[in-house]
């Protein structure tokens, strides 16, 4: 038996950065990633006003909010506080649950796809039916109503949310190692008294890496809207605490008069999920080979 | 076929058992008590017991379960608790402004799609691919809310075109539907622009351009309904993903469909409504996806079942 049949090369991910180089849109994606972490890391320094104070000034002398431009940059919300530093902010609740929320959901979904395609059998069966069933959920439906009951923390609405989003990544990643499992070179190790974890560790996971990475990426964008729409619902996270879904709740009855406290915090979701699913996309088509698209 | 057709009905089955009990068991662990909302603050202990006893909420998980899927196979649905009605047509009632919603919304979501995939195609790695592609980028990233709002403000309240929200006439219907339409396109366009690539690339397509016929013969004609195909069995799959952009859609526009039914009962802890609407998505989803896989062979006999 050759060497090329005991190792196989795992997926190159040295090479990713200069490929991805000469992608506009990749480039674009990452420009506005980098643009939102920096809003979000530096909200205390740039932000012009505190988030939570009420400006006796940020309101008309009816109680209205005032309209952006002037003092304050984007206007003001409902209780006269600067909506650009509480958009600032926000990016930070966001970032906070796209991270968490996602990086849980990403290992509940590796481990469970990974387990499934490795040992198959009855294991294999049961976790796999189990994802099946999850993917029959009306997921929305449930993390509503998940939180709603839960009266949540920011840590409760990452969990929740993780929860119903870890279901696409175990069945790709159970796809993936169902077929790698079948590979020469896995029958090869195992032939030569590789222990279960070492093959599964330094065989099987170095050729997941890049479908991890990827669904690493795009999951960001699925948690940060998931995230906007139970904010959005007053279930999600709670006021005080800015969130760009929870400033369109606070400020909707109001939304006629004063559109821009809807459309800046609209915007900004937009931004950030269409970020992280331009570069996962770019990324897909860098390292995944079987995915790529058509172009 | 026929095998497999009965193993994917009996698989079918299976799920929705299983949705079934789980959305029971975490029904009953959470930390919510339907009891305390029913008999509202200043009830006496003894009230609070009595109603619990009444409803058999005193009996164990398996017990409840048990009874609640006796009565489901029987076409009860259970009661809710307060609006004092039968689950099953407080569902019915609702469930033909929730399917005429969807209806129109997958009806916008393949209009806009598909052209824009169709035209992605033709002019493919020109500027308007590429304007149509970051366009489909854009309606995947942006959440419900945002894009009803914005159609809200924009058709609604600034143009006036169509009233703010309701329900009854087509008037009513056109928002609604095209926020679902401009959410789902995205996906829809980026399928489409592959699968036509793909046709045009293919031999038959070659063939009837060497016999001389009119490109935009050939496009119609040959090209396009081949390129459809596949789409089609996606419909099912889609359904999904839909359900949940519902709940949203039917808040924002006060339309009276499930959605609205299922948020309005969770906000009053009113348990077998939740369960109920749960059980008809989760339905809906289970039939979607087997409907995609059933049509998907008839459509491209290539596909061959195991």
Redesign the interface.
């Known amino acids: 038996m050759s060497d090329a049949a005991l190792q196989s090369a795992a997926p190159r991910i040295d090479g990713v950065w200069t490929r991805l180089r000469r992608r506009k849109?990749a480039l674009f994606g990452m420009a506005l990633v980098v643009l939102i972490v920096g809003a979000a890391l530096l909200a205390p320094w740039i932000a012009p006003y505190d988030p939570f104070e009420q400006h006796f000034d940020g309101l008309t002398l009816f109680g209205e909010p005032l309209p952006p431009g002037g003092d304050y940059l984007l206007g003001t919300d409902l209780l006269g506080r600067d909506l650009f530093s509480r958009l600032l902010y926000g990016a930070r609740t966001s970032l906070f649950i796209g991270v968490v929320a996602n990086g849980i959901a990403l290992v509940i979904g590796t481990v469970i796809g990974l387990t499934a395609g490795f040992f198959q059998g009855w294991i294999g069966a049961v976790l796999m039916?189990?994802t099946?069933?999850m993917?029959?959920?009306?997921?929305?439906?449930?993390a509503?109503?998940?939180a709603?009951?839960?009266q949540p923390s920011l840590w409760i609405v990452a969990f929740v949310i993780a929860m119903v989003n870890w279901v696409q990544t175990a069945r790709v990643i159970y796809t993936e190692t169902l077929s790698l499992t079948a590979r020469d070179f896995i029958a090869a190790q195992r032939t030569l008294g590789a222990s279960t974890a070492r093959i599964l560790f330094k065989h099987i996971l170095p050729h997941l890496m890049p479908m991890i990475i990827v669904w690493g990426t795009l999951g960001i964008?699925t948690t940060v809207?998931l995230e906007?729409?139970l904010s959005?619902?007053g279930v999600g996270v709670q006021p005080p605490t800015p969130s760009w879904?929870n400033i369109?709740f606070e400020n909707?009855t109001y939304?006629?008069a004063a559109?821009w406290l809807?459309?800046f915090p609209?915007a900004a979701?937009?931004v950030l999920?269409?970020a992280f699913?331009?570069v996962g996309?770019a990324l897909r088509d860098v390292l995944d080979p079987t995915l790529r698209?058509?172009d | 076929m026929a095998s497999y057709t009965v193993s994917r009905l009996v698989q079918a089955v299976l799920i929705l058992l299983g949705v079934s009990f789980i959305t029971f068991f975490l029904l009953y662990v959470l930390p919510a008590d339907p009891v305390r909302q029913i008999a509202g603050r200043s009830a006496t202990p003894q009230t609070v017991a009595n109603i619990r006893e009444q409803l058999g909420l005193d009996q164990p998980f398996i017990v409840q379960y048990w009874r609640y899927m006796a009565g489901l196979f029987q076409g009860d649905m259970g009661r809710s608790y307060l609006q004092k009605t039968d689950v099953a047509t407080l569902i019915a009632a609702r469930l033909p402004a929730s399917l005429l919603l969807m209806a129109a919304g997958i009806g916008a979501e393949l209009v806009i799609g598909l052209t824009m995939g169709i035209v992605a195609a033709l002019w493919r790695g020109r500027a308007i691919d590429n304007g149509l592609m970051m366009a489909s980028f854009v309606t995947v990233s942006a959440p419900q809310f945002v894009v009803a709002l914005l159609l809200l403000y924009l058709f609604a309240v600034t143009l006036g075109w169509f009233p703010i929200g309701g329900y009854g006439t087509l008037a009513h219907l056109v928002l609604p539907a095209l926020t679902l339409g401009i959410l789902g396109s995205g996906w829809y366009a980026r399928m489409m622009r592959s699968s036509m690539i793909e046709v045009l690339r293919a031999d038959f397509v070659r063939t009837a351009r060497a016999k001389g016929l009119k490109r935009s013969r050939v496009i119609l004609r040959h090209a396009l309904p081949n390129a459809v195909l596949p789409i089609i069995a996606m419909i099912g799959i889609d359904i999904g993903i839909f359900m949940g952009g519902i709940v949203i859609v039917e808040g924002v526009f006060g339309w009276p469909g499930i959605g609205q039914l299922a948020w309005q009962a969770i906000q009053r802890v009113d348990i077998p409504i939740i369960m109920g609407v749960t059980l008809v998505s989760a339905c809906a989803i289970v039939l979607g996806n087997l409907l995609a896989d059933l049509i998907t062979p008839l459509i491209d006999p290539r596909i061959r079942i195991r």
């Open positions: 849109i039916r189990f099946d069933l993917m029959a959920f009306p997921a929305l439906l449930l509503i109503c998940l709603a009951i839960f964008s809207l906007a729409t959005y619902l879904g369109i909707q939304f006629q559109p809807v459309f609209g979701i937009v999920a269409l699913n331009l996309d698209g058509s």
